[in-house]
Nanobody, 127 residues
Framework: QVQLVESGGGLVQAGGSLRLSCAAS????????MGWFRQAPGKEREFVTA????????RYADFVKGRFTISRDNAKNTVYLQMNNLKPEDTAVYYC????????????????????WGQGTQVTVSS
């Protein structure tokens, strides 16, 4: 049984930083991609970033380029999201997701491609 467990959310002032973690269990990651999505109150879930497990290629939403960085630790089956220069509009529940079979050079931004989801972690950025 695949499980994704997120951690690292919290409250931070604008301009601050947070690092989210997502540990995957129940599966040996190979041709997978792991991604982060977020959902703010009253808004639809949106893609933030993702990384291909094999090769490490990444994709970022335009609104986080230069501020957020995704990385992975193969030995720990864990993906990280380093968020710097946070803005109040980054406030949302952040979800980790797993795409179990990716054939593209870059990970997919479409939530429908992802097969497993974490429970979400709240990130709140105060102004």
């Amino acid at each position: 049984q695949v499980q994704l467990v997120e951690s690292g959310g919290g409250l931070v002032q604008a301009g601050g930083s947070l690092r989210l973690s997502c540990a995957a269990s129940g599966r040996t990651l190979s041709r997978d991609a792991m991604g982060w999505f977020r959902q703010a109150p009253g808004k639809e879930r949106e893609f933030v970033t993702a990384i291909n497990w094999r090769g490490g290629s990444t994709r970022y939403a335009d609104f986080v380029k230069g501020r957020f960085t995704i990385s992975r630790d193969n030995a720990k089956n864990t993906v990280y999201l380093q968020m710097n220069n946070l803005k109040p509009e980054d406030t949302a529940v952040y979800y980790c997701a797993l795409d179990t079979f990716t054939t593209t050079n870059q990970p997919i931004a479409n939530a429908g491609n992802y097969d497993y989801w974490g429970q979400g972690t709240q990130v709140t950025v105060s102004s």
